[in-house]
Each structure stands twice: as structure tokens, then as C-alpha cells.
């Protein structure tokens, strides 16, 4: 495997690469593990319905904002919400300091 010149890797990242191309890692999973992670993360991934939802300014700017710190699209993290509680696992934490001055 070989990545542009421009690419510094960390000594840790080029050690993992030597080993990855040496063949030096084994998978754990047997071969229906791997077929039911298989279809888990397809299942998951498809994205085959649209949806429009009215809300307020204010939350869609707090969401977009969270979204940039987090380095995602806004749209890709309200999916991911809605998909955590859907399957029962959105753990509610409590608001920070920064969170509450985000919210004015």
C-alpha cells in the first residue's frame, strides 16, 4: 500500500502498516460472525427513505454547530441520533457549560 508523499505517518501508524502488510493480522471472527457483521452493517448503512422535518433555527444551528466540531455533516448526525433511538441506544448526558452557551 502506498499514500502520496505528502503523507506523514506516525511511527505508530507506520508500524501498523508494516504489520498489515506482512499479513500479520488475523481476523477473530468465525465466517458467520463475519456474515452477520456483514449484513448488521449493511443494514445499517442503507439509507433508502427521506424524510422533512420542521424545527426550530435555533436547533438546527446547534445541531450544525455540534456536527462541524464533530467533523461530520449535519444531516449525517441527525441520522445517527435518530438511528441510536430508534434501536434504544441514545444515553442522555448532561448539558456542559459549553452546551448551555451554545443553546442561547
Given at each position: 500500500m502506498?499514500f ?16 498489515y ?7 477473530l ?6 456474515k ?9 448503512t ?10 426550530s433555527?435555533e ?6 454547530d455540534?456536527?462541524?466540531?464533530e467533523g ?9 441520533v435518530?438511528?441510536?433511538?430508534a ?11 459549553r452546551?448551555n452557551?451554545?443553546?442561547?
Amino acid at each position: 500500500m502506498s499514500f502520496p508523499k505528502k503523507t506523514k505517518l506516525t511511527l505508530a501508524e507506520k508500524r501498523l502498516l508494516a504489520a498489515y502488510e506482512k499479513n500479520e493480522f488475523k481476523s477473530l471472527a468465525d465466517p458467520e460472525e463475519k456474515k452477520n457483521l456483514l449484513l448488521a452493517a449493511r443494514a445499517t448503512t442503507l439509507k433508502d427513505q427521506r424524510i422533512n422535518i420542521r424545527m426550530s433555527s435555533e436547533d438546527l444551528q446547534n445541531i450544525r454547530d455540534i456536527a462541524r466540531e464533530e467533523g461530520l455533516p449535519y444531516q449525517s448526525l441527525i441520522s445517527s441520533v435518530l438511528h441510536k433511538y430508534a434501536t434504544g441506544r441514545l444515553v442522555e448526558r448532561k448539558r456542559t457549560v459549553r452546551d448551555n452557551k451554545r443553546s442561547r
